[in-house]
């Protein structure tokens, strides 16, 4: 069945660093591809989204590429502040059938001054 | 635009009482989902509406969950009896038709005692 395998964490880095969560696939098909993130005490937000293959999404920063030939869709930011500690969650929906989402067990990111 | 509402945040319940939740998604969006969060895992879809309409109920528990969408708008989740397993946070969302991205709301922590 559909999954979505997410790198585990919690990840601890350094304000102004390099940030990867690796995230990779399962499923039938060519879903739509997306990154959730959840601030402490809230809901999820969609960061970024890519329907097909070789698609970038992109938003405040943060970046990820369809890549159908590794099935991944790693989360990059060049320059993490403070402000970005939360869960982040990769998530896939099919094309066809079912529009649920199928979430990733999600990876916490701490980032300190 | 308003968000999507749910209520009540927290929850405290003993096992084997009952429990409902509420959510009142985006004016517009016909399609309304419930997911259950438990803890350190990523969300998983309960039940999905269209309008007042059940289109995915196949990880719904039915031998003590229910959930119903009277008027396509407002929609309610209860669970009858609480089981300790159930311990969660109950994640409402909503999008204007199954395939637009979807809003979530603050979600309900249920904590069984």
């Known amino acids: 069945g559909d999954s979505v395998t997410q790198m585990e964490g919690p990840v601890t880095l350094s304000e102004e660093a390099f940030l990867t969560i690796n995230c990779t696939y399962t499923a039938t098909g060519y879903p739509s591809l997306f990154w959730y993130v959840q601030y402490p005490g809230e809901g999820l937000q969609l960061l970024l989204k890519?329907?097909?293959?070789?698609d970038k999404g992109s938003n405040k920063g943060f970046e990820a590429t369809y890549r159908k030939e590794t099935t991944s869709f790693h989360l990059e930011k060049g320059s993490v502040q403070v402000s970005d500690s939360a869960v982040y969650f990769c998530?896939?929906?099919?094309?066809?059938?079912?529009?649920?989402?199928?979430f990733g067990t999600g990876t916490r990111l701490t980032v300190i001054p | 635009e308003a968000g999507v509402a749910q209520s009540p945040r927290y929850k405290i319940i003993e096992k084997r009482q009952s429990v409902a939740f509420w959510c009142n998604p985006i004016s517009g969006h016909a399609t309304l989902y419930w997911y259950q969060q438990i803890l350190g895992q990523g969300p998983k879809l309960l039940i999905q509406?269209?309008?007042?309409?059940?289109?995915?109920d196949s990880q719904l528990p039915k031998d003590r969950f229910s959930a119903e969408r009277l008027k396509g708008v407002d929609s309610t989740l209860k669970i009858q009896p609480a089981k300790l397993e159930d311990s969660a946070v109950y994640l409402c969302a909503s999008s204007f038709t199954g395939n637009q991205p979807q809003h979530f709301g603050d979600g309900t922590r249920l904590s069984i005692l």
């Open positions: 998530a896939l929906k099919r094309l066809t059938g079912a529009n649920n989402l199928f």
């Open positions: 509406f269209q309008n007042n309409g059940v289109v995915d």
């Open positions: 890519a329907t097909k293959a070789d």
